[in-house]
């Protein structure tokens, strides 16, 4: 499954999760923070802080902005920043501060930034932006965890349902290199240990069984049609949603975007045909990349040369 999906998943998973989440990252969550009150997911205020990234052809799904309350008798609320991060982390301190600021600067309230890193053991892990020039210095420091700081006897041993998408998260490491069949062995004793902990009702369950199938994905159908058969003789089948949804939005998504390129693809092929535009305007004009036109003119000029010559 792309990486894009995934982090998909993984958010749609933060989100179904988070009171626990701020139980596994914060010792006194309950004590910090009013769970009663609920939380507000502010994607959409995300979105309008950072709108190059759009223009860009980014994407935000891996950041979540929370508003949540806290436990201290006033109205205080805080914003806490979730980046979760996989890949190069070169740029990613500065990156944050980029975050820290613009949101301080719309709301003028406090912030707690955590970074989850979920990439391999060798991954490097800033925790610190640093500046300074001519007297001039800044600092901003912010909390970072990584999904291979607890072993996997820890995680299980805790009773929280987030230690599961964690663990879930460390098996996906292994996609690629590990045989399909020793990928799955892993995956059901994952759903096998959730089941089996007694802790989680019926529906939880089922959820978390189904963001476990997709996210740590298999190719292999029969694999995963066995996967089913197991988990059913322990839970038996329910409609879910949350996750759920996540998966039928990423299956949307996906037909939307081959339908785009498609059209793409056709527009870019006419202006090809019937102008002396450059690429640089044929790009502009179709609303793509100087790289995606390249590719089109050469497939082009494979299907000419391809072609059957008239006698």
């Given amino acids: 499954m792309p990486r894009r999906k995934d982090d998909i998943l993984l958010k749609s998973a933060f989100e179904e999760t988070f009171p626990d989440l701020l139980r596994f990252y914060f010792a006194d969550a309950d004590v910090l923070f009013d769970m009663e009150r609920g939380f507000a997911f502010l994607d959409k205020e995300l979105g309008e802080l950072f709108p190059e ?6 994407n935000r799904f891996v950041d979540m902005l929370v508003k949540v309350f806290l436990r201290n008798g006033t ?3 805080i914003l806490l920043h979730i980046e979760i991060q996989g890949g190069s982390t070169k740029k990613f301190p500065h990156r944050m501060l980029q975050y820290w600021y613009r949101i301080y600067d719309r709301y003028g309230v406090n912030i707690s930034a955590l970074a989850v890193f979920t990439g391999d053991k060798n ?3 800033p925790d610190c932006f640093h500046k300074s020039f001519l007297g001039t210095e800044i600092t901003y420091k912010y909390n970072v965890c990584h999904i291979l700081d607890h072993t996997e006897a820890a995680l299980l041993a805790m009773d929280n349902p987030f230690a599961f998408v964690v663990l879930a998260a460390q098996k996906v490491l292994l996609a690629g290199k590990v045989p399909e069949e020793e990928l799955a062995r ?3 004793a994952i759903a096998r240990a959730f089941i089996e902990s007694k ?4 529906d939880r369950i089922v959820r978390f069984l189904y963001f476990l199938k997709n996210f740590i994905y298999i190719e292999n159908q029969e694999i995963n049609r066995n996967f089913d058969r197991q988990t059913d003789k ?5 409609h879910t949603m949350g996750i759920i949804e996540a998966i039928k939005f990423i299956e949307r998504e996906a037909a939307a975007e081959e339908a785009e390129a498609r059209k793409n693809h056709e527009v870019v092929k006419n202006l090809l045909r019937h102008t002396d535009f450059g690429r640089s305007k044929i790009a502009m004009l179709a609303g ?7 590719k089109v003119r050469r497939e082009m000029s ?4 391809s072609a059957p010559r008239k006698a």
Avoid: M
């Avoid at 990234?53 to 980014?58: N, P, S």
């Avoid at 322990?234 to 329910?238: A, E, M, S, V, Y």
């Avoid at 494979?302 to 040369?305: I, L, M, N, T």
């Fill in 53 to 58: 990234l759009e223009k860009a052809g980014g």
């Fill in 123 to 125: 991954q490097q892990r």
């Fill in 199 to 202: 802790r989680y009702s019926r």
């Fill in 75 to 77: 109205e205080e609320w």
């Fill in 302 to 305: 494979a299907e000419r040369q």
């Fill in 288 to 294: 793509v990349t100087e790289s995606f036109v390249r």
């Fill in 234 to 238: 322990l839970i038996g089948k329910k």
């Fill in 186 to 188: 892993q995956r059901f």
